[in-house]
């Protein structure tokens, strides 16, 4: 079975700092992965996704994200973090064959970045 | 055009009731989930529909909890007996067509459930 992990629940960063969060999956074969958003008040959204070719995955609004295959990883990465950054983050993951379709989250992270 | 619309935002209702919460997908999107979000627990998945068949209902955490969707399009999430520990914000997500891992899920606004 698929499952995700995402180590850092709650992160507080100032202004102009940079941001990782960690996401690690648990499944051998291909996958798929996502990351969502959630701003204070507003439903989730994507803000990127890798399926296929180059690793580096560029998003909405100036983040990115790395897909490390040896490392089962797909952290999210920010070089200069906004206050309007503040939000949850939730990292997603598909999995075939022998997994499922239906994408599993993690946890969350929750992100307060303040001015 | 339109995204995915839950009603309603916001249920009270006391322990003991029924309640049903309503999801309208995206024109078009053949697949339908539901995901219950507890605070810092993340999303849980309950179900999901592909059309108007549930093959997965693996997430739905008692015999309280069912749903039905109908006509391939808007799905209801029933909650009988309602109890505290079914407070939460429940989630509809639709996706354009299941089998096609790379679909990104459009999610709604949620309807956050209070239970008295």
């Known amino acids: 079975a698929q499952s995700v992990s995402q180590h850092n629940h709650h992160v507080i960063l100032s202004e102009a700092a940079s941001l990782e969060l960690g996401c690690n999956y648990s499944?051998?074969?291909?996958?798929?992965l996502f990351w969502y958003v959630q701003y204070p008040g507003q439903h989730l959204q994507l803000l990127l996704k890798y399926f296929s070719g180059d690793p580096l995955v560029k998003g909405i609004k100036g983040f990115e994200a790395e897909f490390i295959k040896s490392k089962f990883s797909f952290n999210l990465r920010k070089p200069s973090v906004q206050w309007s950054d503040t939000a949850e983050y939730f990292c997603?993951?598909?999995?075939?064959?022998?997994?499922?379709?239906?994408?599993?989250f993690g946890r969350g992270t929750s992100l307060i970045v303040h001015p | 055009g339109a995204g995915v619309s839950q009603s309603p935002s916001n249920k009270v209702t006391e322990k003991g009731k029924d309640v049903e919460l309503r999801c309208d997908p995206i024109?078009?999107?053949?697949?339908l989930y539901w995901y219950r979000q507890s605070l810092g627990q993340g999303l849980e998945f309950l179900i999901y529909f592909q059309g108007n068949s549930a093959p997965d209902k693996s997430g739905l955490p008692s015999d309280r909890f069912s749903a039905e969707r109908t006509g391939g399009s808007v799905s209801t999430l029933t909650i009988q007996r309602t109890q505290q520990e079914d407070s939460a914000v429940y989630l509809c997500?639709?996706?354009?067509?299941?089998?096609?891992?790379?679909?990104?899920?459009?999610f709604g606004p949620g309807t956050r459930l209070t239970v008295l």
């Open positions: 024109s078009g999107h053949t697949a």
């Open positions: 997500a639709s996706k354009y067509r299941e089998g096609r891992m790379y679909n990104e899920q459009f």
């Open positions: 997603a993951v598909n999995a075939a064959p022998g997994g499922s379709y239906i994408p599993t």
């Open positions: 499944y051998g074969g291909t996958v798929n």
